[in-house]
């Protein structure tokens, strides 16, 4: 296969968009279209400062470079959340992401969970009430939480994260299946600002997970290249494997699917992407200021409260 800008030979054949490159012409692609896509969404601009949710996954660390590459304006945020497993999943993670940043020389804030709340994601999951066997909703709701408080605390712009078209396209899917109009109507590639809320952005949302995987290869990033121990049997890589399916005998299913979902949104929810529904009104939570659709505390201070003290 050779590649389309230069007769060299291709590193990466991308059947949904009949593009073959080598590595130079493919790491040039892969900046230009983040580059597009900031501007297609209105994500950003260089007079912004940007917070780069980094978990030492290929996506955000890819995302951290190309942004940097880009001449954006950065600081990266490592949430440990105490998960140990075999692999000591979080330590490890950490030392990707502090290794990135040292030899870049890029700002890194580092929250840890167990040291500011005593409990690891799985202890805090253990004494929850709404125990499952897995602690992924906790861990997302914790992350959720204290990646907008340390984006609002340190003044940043807006907060990115790595996601990538088939984390968006599962979650998709998941919605669809079982029309959960309210999450329907917030994912976006940006989510404008609100109630003292970052605005979001996911820089990479058009991306398959290939192209990014490739490129942290290729750029010669370290990376975890093992999924957090909890992964394992959710219903998002479920939806991951079903779409991979799809997309092996119809090159662009994914791509088209969730396109098509942005469009359809523009008509189906005319009114402002936003965290919350329209008909939602909003209070500031009484324990950490966050704005939340509750009375009184907010779903992270009640999981807090309940569980670690
Ligand atoms: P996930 O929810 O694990 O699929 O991750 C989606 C995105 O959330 C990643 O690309 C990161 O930008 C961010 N993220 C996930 N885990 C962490 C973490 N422990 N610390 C900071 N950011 C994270
Ligand atoms: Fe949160 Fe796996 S990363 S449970
Ligand atoms: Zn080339
Ligand atoms: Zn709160």
Not at 97 to 103: D, G, I, L, M, T
Request: glycine residues 6%; hydrophobic residues 35%.
């Amino acid at each position: 296969m050779k590649c389309r800008k230069c007769s060299g030979s291709a590193v990466i054949n991308m059947r949904q968009h009949k593009l073959a490159l080598c590595k130079e012409h493919f790491l040039d692609w892969v900046l230009t279209q983040t580059e597009r896509n900031i501007q297609k969404y209105r994500m950003f601009n260089h007079n912004d400062q940007i917070l780069v949710a980094v978990s030492g996954g290929k996506d955000s660390l890819a995302l951290w470079d190309v942004l940097n590459k880009l001449g954006y304006q950065t600081g990266g945020l490592y949430i440990h959340l105490g998960i140990s497993g075999e692999n000591h999943y979080s330590d490890q993670s950490l030392d990707y992401v502090s290794n990135f940043a040292e030899s870049r020389n890029l700002k890194l804030h580092i929250a840890d969970i167990p040291e500011k709340f005593g409990k690891t994601i799985p202890q805090i999951s253990k004494n929850s009430r709404r125990n499952k066997s897995k602690p992924c909703a906790i861990c997302g709701l914790v992350k959720r939480h204290t990646m907008n408080e340390i984006a609002v605390q340190f003044h940043y712009d807006i907060l990115v994260t790595g996601h990538n078209l088939d984390d968006e396209v599962s979650v998709l899917f998941n919605n669809t299946l079982s029309w959960q109009i309210d999450f329907l109507r917030r994912q976006s590639p940006v989510i404008p600002s609100k109630d003292g809320l970052p605005k979001k952005a996911k820089p990479f949302c058009r991306f398959y997970e290939r192209e990014t995987a490739a490129y942290s290869i290729l750029s010669e990033i370290d990376y975890i290249e093992e999924e957090c121990p909890f992964a394992d049997g959710n219903t998002m890589i479920d939806n991951k494997n079903v779409l991979n399916q799809l997309e092996h005998e119809h090159a662009g299913t994914k791509l088209s699917f969730y396109l098509k979902f942005l469009k359809a949104k523009q008509i189906l929810f005319p009114d402002i992407v936003s965290y919350f529904s329209p008909e939602e009104t909003l209070q500031s939570c009484d324990s950490c200021g966050q704005p939340s659709p509750n009375k009184g505390i907010c779903s992270f201070c009640r999981l807090i409260e309940e569980t670690c003290k």
